[in-house]
């Protein structure tokens, strides 16, 4: 678990980061959004020290981080920024290396932990590891960046606009392959960005700041249907509610018991929203579909109302 406790930051006159408390779970994901200037980014920088907090303290798994020198502190806390920051006169897997040979790791240790993370990041370490930055596209260097981040076993990582240089299709698949990345290993990840789509499809609690201080933190359909001011209402779209709502449930989690209603009804993956479900019937003009596991077998069906019904803020 991540503590943060009155985190503060000011140059001079003026306040940066003001007096912000949260509590990050363990094996989470955890996103920070704000417009430019709200300081979300000074406020990740100061879990690993690469800014230091005028006043107030980070814990990590109950330990104070100001409690050891701040190079070893970001050893053990993998940090991934905008642009991926690889090497560029290093192949993939010595970029991948970098801090497994700064702690001394084995070489043999190291190449299977590279080989194991390439793997994971849907990147055949024969086909990529003697690559070079420049030899890649750029969601192939991001998934570089997130294996090098990685590469330690660090419990905690660290992500700072990770996919704002993406184009959609890019920026899309980016997002599924951390979420599967985090189901994997298990990793405390605090993401900053400032999409509200974004936040909402990766944070199992999002924090809303504005000019510095926290105005909300919460799970994503608590922002959505008790936001806790006008200004996080308009953040995390008010007018578009009933959509973002359909948006955090998959049709897995919303399934009827028994069979489709109709059998000439589409076909529904467990893993789609409900938004796309909604979609679907509506493309097809039917009043019910079936929903399928990853296996393709029968799990349940959904109907127009039922996802309707969903849609409405309690």
Known sequence: ????????????????????????????????????????????????????????????????????????????????????????????????????????????????????????????????????????????????????????????????????????????????????????FGTTMVVVTHDIDEAFRLGDRVAVMSQGRLLQYDRPEVLVTHPADELVARMTGSAERAMRLLSLTTAGEAALAGPAAASDGPLIPASATLREALSELLWRASESGTVIDSAGKPCGQLTVAAILARGRPS
């Open 1 to 184: 678990m991540i503590v943060i406790e009155s985190l503060s930051k000011r140059y001079g006159e003026t306040t940066v980061v003001d007096d912000v408390s949260m509590e990050i779970e363990s094996h989470s994901i955890t996103v920070i959004v704000g417009t430019s200037g709200s300081g979300k980014s000074t406020l990740l920088r100061m879990i690993n020290r690469l800014v230091e907090p005028t006043s107030g303290r980070v814990l990590i798994e109950g330990r104070d981080t100001e409690s050891e020198p701040a190079h070893r502190l970001r050893r053990r806390i993998g940090y991934v920024i905008q642009g991926h920051g690889l090497f560029p006169h290093r192949t993939v897997a010595e970029n991948v290396a970098t801090v497994p040979r700064l702690l001394g790791w084995e070489p043999r240790r190291i190449r299977a932990r590279v080989d194991e993370l390439l793997q994971a990041l849907q990147l055949d370490p024969a086909a990529y590891s003697d690559k070079y930055p420049h030899q890649l596209s750029g969601g192939q260097q991001q998934r570089v960046g997130v294996a090098r981040a990685l590469a330690a076993e660090p419990a905690v990582l660290l992500m700072d606009e990770p996919f704002g240089a993406l184009d959609p299709i890019i920026r899309d698949k980016a997002q599924a392959d951390l979420l599967e990345i985090q189901r994997k």
